[in-house]
């Protein structure tokens, strides 16, 4: 049986010979294969900012294959029938589980617990440039932009390049293509290094722990930690102490190929868990800079269920 969702194009087929969930990118032709325990269908709502850094509401929907622990095997956004995905579910003999209705908390832990080999699954073609390359042509594309703006703006003035700027915002608009962004505000060539040379000085020193993009942690003069994710998501404030519900302690872990940090409170309670790449010379110079106890664990499965499943929140 196939089941055909139109948001993202994405087609799903079970394999009845070997038991796996085919996920198939009808516009790319990209697939992914799964040996799901259960599929999980997922809707919550969050905060994001706007342009503005006004905070506005947002609906986060996706469909993921979950092994015997719950923990995702596979991740793959969009908006999901719950009928269409429980009646594929029922025709492939796979257990289903509707989380559309579960509050927000919830449904972030179980979408930050990821089991080895995890994947996140969007549609669409993938770029075949590396972080390298991608980095050459937007300080290119930024750098053409400076020039043209220094041309307009000594032979025709700024009004020049205004009206550029102008033409740039409504072809932005029309063809939503970000290397325009760039060409249209070239200071960002500039901006961008400077800001990142900023940023790592203050990570030595240990007054930011994260990558300049999120999610990252400070820690604010009334001796609040700020959890920064990635934007649009707005920061956190977790207060730092020895009570109940207080940060009190970073914990760095590697688990398979998995590796991430949880904020622990009192009663090694884990208040947060981030995902993702942490260095653990920074962490623990972050820490022992705000009075923060750290460690560094290489968990086993069972450590690693027993943490993301007591985990009070979660940035997935």
Do not use: C
Not at 38 to 66: H, I, P, T
Not at 189 to 200: K, T
Not at 215 to 223: A, F, I, N, T
């Amino acid at each position: 049986m196939t089941f055909d969702s139109p948001v993202p194009p994405v087609v799903l087929s079970w394999d009845a010979d070997t038991g796996m969930l085919v996920v198939t990118d009808t516009s790319s032709g990209r697939s992914v294969r799964a040996a799901p325990a259960s599929l999980w269908n997922y809707g919550y709502d969050r905060k994001v900012l706007d342009d503005k850094g006004k905070e506005q509401g947002q609906r986060v929907y996706g469909l993921a294959a979950l092994d015997a622990d719950g923990l995702i095997l596979l991740d793959i956004p969009g908006g999901w029938s719950a009928g269409g995905v429980a009646a594929f579910a029922s025709a492939s003999g796979i257990p289903y589980v509707n989380a559309l209705t579960e509050p927000a908390r919830p449904v972030r832990t179980v979408l930050a617990g990821r089991a080895p080999g995890y994947s996140r699954f969007v549609s669409g073609p993938v770029s075949r440039l590396t972080a390298r390359q991608r980095q050459i042509i937007m300080y290119g594309v930024g750098a053409a932009g400076l020039v043209v703006m220094i041309v307009l703006v000594s032979t025709v003035g700024g009004a020049g390049w205004r009206g550029l700027s102008w033409l740039g915002r409504f072809l932005l608009d029309l063809l939503e293509v970000k290397w325009l962004a760039i060409f249209f505000a070239p200071l960002l060539v500039v901006i961008r290094p400077v800001h990142g040379a900023l940023h790592r000085r203050r990570t030595r020193r240990g007054k930011i722990l994260g990558p300049p993009g999120g999610p990252s942690l400070q820690v604010r003069k009334d001796r609040i930690l700020r959890v920064r994710p990635a934007r649009p998501l707005p920061p956190e404030d977790i207060p730092i102490g020895a009570d109940a519900g207080k940060a009190m302690a970073l914990l760095v872990y590697r688990y398979a190929d998995l590796s991430g940090l949880f904020i622990m409170s009192a009663g090694d309670l884990p208040l947060r868990h981030i995902p993702g790449p942490w260095s653990p010379n920074e962490a623990h110079e972050f820490a022992a800079k705000h009075g923060l106890a750290f460690s560094l664990r290489t968990l086993t499965r069972e450590e690693y269920l027993d943490l993301v499943t007591r985990t009070s929140d979660a940035l997935p």
